[in-house]
């Protein structure tokens, strides 16, 4: 090898082996392939045509490009440590559909029990819904996970009759009417915005939350005080772009400087010369024969 340290960090949507590793892929079809989509879209059982909620979810999300990214950064820096260590470098290839499983991996083990009828392995009877809410297109979520939920759901809406209706009485009740629970439900939250509903149900135990868009996520008070966000300048932008920060700031390390992506080819002269050892003139000539792309 021209340089045994260097340190390769790829990523496709199956693997580099076996029968599925020459399959081209993306974000759908990897999700279709480990029974996300399934999982995302699957219709209710009162709505068997599905519904544009679920089709919404599936159609609009980069899973699992985000996990993936820094999955295939972790394993790049324990590369890194093992070329440290032993002075040889590695080849670290990450299949996205082998880290959807792990990421599914306590859904996996569930239906496997289900299926095996293992005692004490029972279905969720959590109810997980989008609710509609005051102003234009505006959403909230709300989860009611026990019964007790459900009583303090009754209690902060005013409707304590609801708490010992038949109908909503057990989690296996609020499934099987969970149309008409739904409607009820959104009927009050119709009339309060998603910050108000998730306040008022957070404050009673019950798990709600907001919908929030880009802007809104910029705006978090939360989020500000964490310092998530932090502006970055773009060659190609005029304006500057608010970007992530990170997930682990450190207390003795300062931050990363803030740079986009590198463009096409603006590296690879640096690359052959400093990693490969090249000199300038193989470089140029191998510029020129189309072999390598230098920055446009």
Aim: charged residues 25%.
């Amino acid at each position: 090898a021209v340089n045994p340290r260097v340190v390769l960090a790829e990523s496709s949507a199956y693997g580099d082996a076996g029968p599925w590793s020459t399959r081209m892929g993306y974000g759908p079809l990897v999700r279709a392939a480990t029974g996300v989509t399934r999982l995302w879209t699957a219709p209710e059982p009162d709505d068997p045509a599905g519904s544009a909620r679920h089709a919404y979810y599936d159609a609009t999300t980069v899973f699992p490009d985000h996990v993936v990214g820094r999955v295939t950064a972790i394993a790049a820096l324990a590369a890194l440590i093992h070329r440290d260590r032993t002075g040889g470098g590695a080849r670290v290839h990450i299949s996205q559909a082998e880290v959807v499983v792990n990421q599914l991996d306590t859904c996996y083990v569930t239906r496997a029990a289900l299926a095996a009828g293992l005692a004490g392995i029972r279905e969720d009877t959590a109810l997980h819904a989008v609710y509609p809410c005051a102003g234009d297109d505006e959403w909230c979520v709300i989860s009611i996970r026990d019964d007790d939920e459900w009583h303090c759901i009754a209690s902060t809406f005013d409707r304590p009759q609801w708490a010992d209706d038949p109908r909503f009485a057990t989690g296996e009740a609020r499934l099987a009417n969970r149309r008409e629970l739904v409607e009820l439900v959104s009927a009050w939250t119709r009339t309060r915005t998603p910050a108000r509903v998730a306040q008022l149900l957070q404050s009673t135990g019950v798990a709600a939350g907001p919908m929030n868009r880009p802007p809104d996520l910029l705006e978090d008070q939360q989020l500000r005080d964490r310092k998530l966000f932090a502006e970055m300048v773009h060659p190609l932008i005029e304006r500057p772009l608010p970007a992530e920060t990170g997930p682990a700031p450190f207390t003795h390390i300062p931050p990363a400087r803030q740079r986009p992506a590198p463009q096409p080819g603006q590296d690879t002269r640096g690359i052959c010369r400093e990693l490969l050892g090249m000199s300038d003139g193989e470089i140029e000539r191998l510029v020129t024969d189309g072999v390598l792309f230098g920055p446009a």
